[in-house]
């Protein structure tokens, strides 16, 4: 696959597919920690790394072992399994060998475990048929979606939290409006990947 | 049937690499915890507030199992009980540590002052006082859109007609509303005291009685009558030293704007 198929891949992933605004997974972690930008990075950052690292883990699993037993249906639990120990074991490594970076992402690390984007990327990466070095591309795309909804989302609420909301729609409405509308805009990124690039 | 064997071989071969590599891991990687940090932590609260001035109760709890930090007493919330606690465990002098109560100094509420413009900004004390100094008839008074219950961990302060309230048996005495409040109208007093003075007005007389009707005048009455001499006009303003008070409570008969209170 030439480089421009990369780049075609990359942009659909954070831009015309964001995970967040378009597909509508990890919600919970978007709505609940883009109140603080520190935090909303620091969480962003954990994402991107654990998206790449349990696609480089399960993407053989799936070509290797599943898929040459016909066992393609057992993908999800399997993948869930994978993720949850992978993060598990990365979390001990980072605390043995980086505790800086451990410290950096502290909490957020086993709360990425359950997050579900995690989950839909990977397998989406086998439904899309993607070969080892597309899957990662389209994860670090992902995850760097990820990133860019969440930074643009604590723009958003800081506003909110400034502005004089009418009583009804105060807190949790206010911040379910704004992100709907936030991913209305996304909408308009429809096609314009295929637009330059040609249909991938 | 040859199906489900595989898959269940398969699942349970993934399953067991996995706990393998785990276990494993947990004891290579495994990172000695200081034993003296984990039994400090223990001693304290928790509610990270920051009153002993480190990074939460972790920060205290580090700073004195390294032995960077030898006070003992700095938990307000966790009192005596946590400084005791800390003193054994690290062979420290345990001090003593006064329960202490955040108090509001002002009863500028809607019943006894008025407000000089509305104000259709932020509705944050801070940039309410930008101008004007406030929006309250009373410069030095509460302005009342809580920044000191936004900073509340316990959740302790109440807004009620324009006037912040601590609730003492929620407060922990951690003295964040007192750093965060812009007009300064928010004390730390122990909690044994009794009688304290709810205004915090620098102005005298007729300047101060038509802003609020709850204001001290600074007419020094009280000061007259304490035996004790507790009480000090300071700047126009009643000021009780809690440690010469001996809780008579003379001074509340005395005063005429009944702005010395029995809590």
Known sequence: MSAAGFVAILLTSILVENYVLSKFLAICSFLGVSKNLKSAMGMSAAVIFVMVVATVATWPIYYFILEPNGLGYLQTIVFILVIASLVQFVEMFLKKSAPALYTALGIFLPLITTNCAVLGVVVLNITKSYSLPESIVNSLGAGIGYMLAMFLFNGVRSKCDNADVPKPFKGVAITLVAASLVSLSFMGFTGIVSGIFGEV | ?????????????????????????????????????????????????????????????????????????????????????????????????????????????????????????????????????????????????????????????????????????????????????????????????????????????????????????????????????????????????QEKCVQCGACVEACPRKCIVEL
């Open chain 2, 1 to 241: 049937m040859n199906g489900i064997v595989i898959a269940i071989i398969v699942v349970a071969a993934i399953g067991l690499v996995c706990g393998i590599m785990l276990s494993v891991a947990s004891k290579l990687m495994a990172v000695p915890v200081d034993e003296t940090f984990e039994k400090v932590r223990a001693c304290l609260p928790g509610a990270n507030c920051g009153a002993c001035g480190f990074n939460g109760c972790d920060g205290y709890a580090n700073e004195l199992a390294s032995g960077n930090c030898t006070e003992a007493n700095r938990c307000t919330p966790g009192g005596q009980d946590a400084a005791t606690g800390i003193a054994e465990i690290l062979g420290l002098e345990s001090g003593s540590v006064v329960p202490m109560v955040a108090r509001v100094c002002c009863r500028g509420s809607y019943d006894n002052t008025g407000d000089k413009f509305d104000w259709e900004g932020e509705e944050k004390c801070t940039s309410s006082l930008l101008l004007f100094g406030g929006k309250n008839d009373c410069i030095y008074g509460c302005v009342g859109y809580g920044e000191c219950a936004d900073v509340c961990p316990q959740n302790a302060i109440c807004i009620k007609d324009n006037l912040a309230h601590v609730m003492p048996e929620y407060c922990i005495g951690c003295g964040l509303c007192v750093k965060t409040c812009p007009s300064s109208v928010i004390e730390l007093v122990p909690r044994s005291s009794k009688y304290i003075v709810v205004c915090n007005n620098c102005t005298r007389g007729r300047e101060a009685m038509t802003v609020c009707k709850a204001s001290c005048i600074g007419c020094g009455k009280c000061e007259k009558t304490c035996e004790h001499g507790a009480i000090t006009l300071t700047n126009n303003l009643a000021d009780i030293d």
